[in-house]
């Protein structure tokens, strides 16, 4: 597969990473793109380059336009090492190219990262950058992804080059949201926001508002696919996002030694489900978390269940609630339960952490010596019906 064109002049050369299963602590079933952008005016200009071993594929496309020699622009939307990694090499094989990123971060950043010591052109916003028949202009995104990240808009063609804004982890052979589809497109759209762009929810509110002052036709992120005809439907998912909506919805999260956090887990499931509310159910051990946080995402509750293991919680629990705290979910109501041998303690402190994570702790003393017994599996049950009067 070769260069992709997105509108005359302007092509798609970046990289599919077909077999990346974990991407630093994410599991990318789908794999991913390192999307790479190339705009032919009187000014060439490469925007954003890829992960480092990927470096040959993004050059393949790159020959099939232009001679690397003919770079006259290098643009650095963000430092992390998936877009910024290919920098050392491009910038020794392209010797006209002039390195452009953000004044405010970027410059350091990729000095640090990359250990650079070429002229980088800071660039601010506000600022432009003719190329000819076009003129590029920058949106500074601090903390979507880094405090470096920004992202570069193309007026006339309207074009906006998002960098990890907007993008989802899906390796495939289109390029496009309508070649695609919806369908397999948006659940990871949605996992790729709640792992990566969850905590800075204000941020992306503050973001989508801004954009809407300009005219956008195309979103060209720098994983996944490119948006052109379901615009509205991401932009305006990440409003919803951003804001924190929640919907009719609860998720069950536990691990499990003997199978009694489990029954009790599933004793909630099954309160909460009687009552019409929208149930997921996840064993920490079966599930990869980032999967999980994905359901996270929309959910008005969080039941979080810990057996007691040497006097603490179970540490695939420790671990999510590690993970979730970091992301500091919105709009979340919830508790912990679980079983325990000689002496408690694992639910006790797995709630102290998921109210650190900002949820707001409902009452309940769901802690339970060895395996429960029907009395108190009907107890679990009548917390899930509780549970569910509280979100409907
Ligand atoms: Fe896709 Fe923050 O890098």
Redesign the pocket.
């Known amino acids: 597969m070769g260069k992709v064109m997105l509108a005359d002049g302007i092509y798609w050369v970046g990289a599919i990473d077909w077999n990346i299963r974990n991407f630093h602590g994410y599991s990318t079933h789908k794999g991913t793109t390192y999307n790479a952008y190339l705009i032919v005016d009187e000014k060439v200009t490469l925007i954003d380059t890829v992960k480092a071993p990927f470096y040959g594929e993004m050059v393949s496309r790159i020959e099939e336009i232009v001679p690397l020699d003919k770079i006259d622009y290098i643009i650095a939307n963000?430092a992390?090492m998936?877009?910024s990694g290919s920098l050392p090499m491009i910038l020794r094989d392209a010797p006209n190219a002039n390195l452009v990123t953000l004044q405010k971060f970027g410059e350091a950043n990729l000095r640090k990262n990359l250990h650079l010591d070429c002229d980088i052109t800071p660039i601010k916003e506000g600022d432009e950058l003719p190329l000819g028949k076009r003129t590029l202009t920058f949106v500074p995104t601090p903390m979507l992804?880094?405090p470096d990240?920004m992202v570069t808009y193309l007026p006339g063609d309207n074009i906006l080059f998002s960098n990890?804004a907007f993008?989802q982890h899906i390796a495939s052979s289109q390029r496009f949201d309508d070649e695609l589809g919806l369908d397999t497109i948006m659940p990871e759209a949605e996992k790729y926001y709640a792992n990566?762009l969850m905590l800075f929810g204000d941020l992306i509110t503050r973001t989508v508002d801004k954009l809407s002052g300009i005219e956008i036709d195309m979103i060209a992120p720098?994983?996944g696919i490119i948006w052109r005809s379901h615009l509205e439907a991401i932009i305006s998912a990440y409003a919803a996002w951003g804001r924190g909506d929640t919907s009719n919805k609860a998720v069950v999260i536990y691990d499990t030694m003997w199978g009694s956090t489990e029954k009790m887990a599933r004793a909630i499931a099954e309160g909460l489900a009687s009552e019409g509310v929208e149930v997921k159910l996840y064993s920490l051990t079966s599930t990869d978390r980032s999967d999980v946080i994905k359901e996270v995402l929309d959910a008005r509750a969080l039941l979080v269940g810990s057996p007691t293991l040497n006097n603490g919680m179970f540490p695939s629990v420790a671990g999510f609630l590690c993970y979730l705290k970091g992301l500091k979910p919105k709009n979340k109501i919830g508790t912990t339960f679980g079983s325990y041998g000689w002496a408690g303690g694992g639910a006790q402190l797995a709630r102290a952490e998921l109210e650190q994570a900002g949820v707001e702790i409902i009452d309940s003393n769901l802690n339970f010596k060895f395996v429960p017994d029907k009395e108190e599996l009907d107890e679990c049950v009548e917390f899930g019906k509780a549970i569910a009067g509280r979100i409907k």
């Open positions: 963000h992390e998936d877009h992804h880094w990240s990890d993008g990566i720098s994983h």
